[in-house]
């Protein structure tokens, strides 16, 4: 009879403690995806001043596709620079990117040709190159205003 009691108690508490956790779901906690300095990057205004971003290079289709997506913070000095293989017209979107940011579309002779200001997070509408670009670059939004980036400014970059 100990038994039997013993057996109920227990089987009665898992019962208890199962449905304790589904009406309780846990949360669990996400890494967050950390800046991976891999590169120098300076962009040199028509005026001759230059601006120097920290950059992580993107150069894999699997790097292409997640860019800056789930990210919550980056510093004012770090950016995200796309290399592409083929100069052919680009576009972007922000889905599942929470930092609103400035995107520069730039041509293969390192030329910026087009200027996306605030892209706006969690958009998915079309952010597009408007001419062939080899290289996009991706900074926190504002960057273009602060420095007075213009359209037919230049960049040089270098891997560390």
């Known amino acids: 009879m100990f038994k039997k009691l013993v057996f109920l108690a227990l089987g009665f508490s898992t019962i ?4 304790n956790q589904e009406s309780e779901p846990t ?10 300095q891999e590169g120098k990057l300076q962009i040199i ?4 001043e230059k601006v120097y971003f920290n950059i992580e290079i993107v150069d894999t289709d699997y790097e292409t596709e997640t860019g800056l997506m789930y990210r919550e ?8 620079l796309f290399v592409f293989k083929n100069e052919r017209p680009h576009s972007f979107y922000m889905k599942n990117t929470y930092i609103p940011l400035d995107l520069f579309f730039i041509t293969k002779e ?10 706006k997070p969690l958009d998915e509408s079309s952010l597009p190159s408007e ?4 290289y996009v670059l991706e900074t926190n ?20």
């Open 27 to 36: 949360e669990i906690p996400q890494e967050q995806i950390a800046f991976t």
């Open 73 to 80: 913070f980056m510093e004012q000095n770090q950016a995200m």
């Open 110 to 119: 390192m030329k910026i040709a087009t200027i996306i200001e605030n892209a």
């Open 45 to 48: 205004k028509q005026n001759e």
């Open 131 to 134: 001419v062939p670009v080899t």
């Open 16 to 19: 208890i403690s199962c449905k």
């Open 141 to 160: 939004a504002g960057i273009a205003e602060l420095w007075d980036i213009k359209e037919g400014d230049s960049i040089s970059w270098k891997r560390r």
